[in-house]
């Protein structure tokens, strides 16, 4: 029962979606615009810094605030920060209200490692950046994040179980971003310094 109200818990905050609600304050849909995901990269491109700020803020916190919740409220269960987390992952990939098409999941990810870990997520951060700048692309940060956490907690914790749950998380991110790995194949990703050069070197954001 403790492990479903984490689960449950973790997946309201993870429905809480800035974009979608920003987009429909500004009357433009994210959906149909530039990358055409409800998540902080695009909220930047089509309404600026200030906004695609807020969004990468808030969708940090949240799965941040989830993981921290579960522990107040159940400390004595090992992984209540673990479900939780993870759940905040889901809930913000499949909101229930926007027909379970969310955003893609990282910023939120990033909230999970901070709350269980910030040394891992300065880890994560600084190694996705380095195959990102080796390889020019910005999912590299996604995909390494999403496949090395959840081993390297794991390890750390001494638990498998904890390897299955973060998994589910990693999953749906990785599933998400499999649209990035088409794009790249068929020439329409922008590599990462292109983005950099286009939006904020330009200082359009």
């Known amino acids: 029962m403790e492990y479903a109200i984490c689960m449950i818990l973790g997946y309201l905050l993870g429905c809480l979606n800035p974009s979608y609600f920003i987009s429909k304050i500004k009357n433009i849909d994210l959906r149909t615009k530039g990358t055409e995901n409800l998540g902080a990269t695009n909220t930047y491109m089509i309404f ?8 990468l803020v808030f969708d940090i916190l949240k799965a941040l605030l989830a993981v921290k919740m579960a522990g107040l409220l159940f400390p004595e269960l090992v992984l209540s920060g673990v479900v939780a987390g993870a759940s905040a992952i889901v809930g913000h990939i499949f909101p229930f209200y926007i027909g379970f098409k969310g955003g893609k999941g990282v910023a939120s990810l990033g909230g999970l490692v901070l709350g269980l870990d910030w040394r891992c997520f300065l880890l994560l951060l600084l190694v996705g950046l380095i195959l990102a700048v080796i390889f020019n692309w910005g999912c590299c940060i996604s995909f390494s994040a999403s496949v090395l956490f959840p081993v ?4 750390k914790m001494h638990n498998p179980a904890s390897l299955l749950i973060l998994g589910v998380g990693s999953i749906c ?4 971003h499999m649209e990035n790995i088409k794009k790249i194949k068929n020439g329409r990703e922008l590599p990462i310094r292109d983005f950099l050069r286009q939006h904020l070197w330009a200082g359009k954001i």
């Open 48 to 55: 600026g810094k200030r906004y695609g700020t807020f969004v």
């Open 152 to 155: 390297l907690y794991s390890l």
């Open 173 to 176: 991110i990785i599933y998400k």
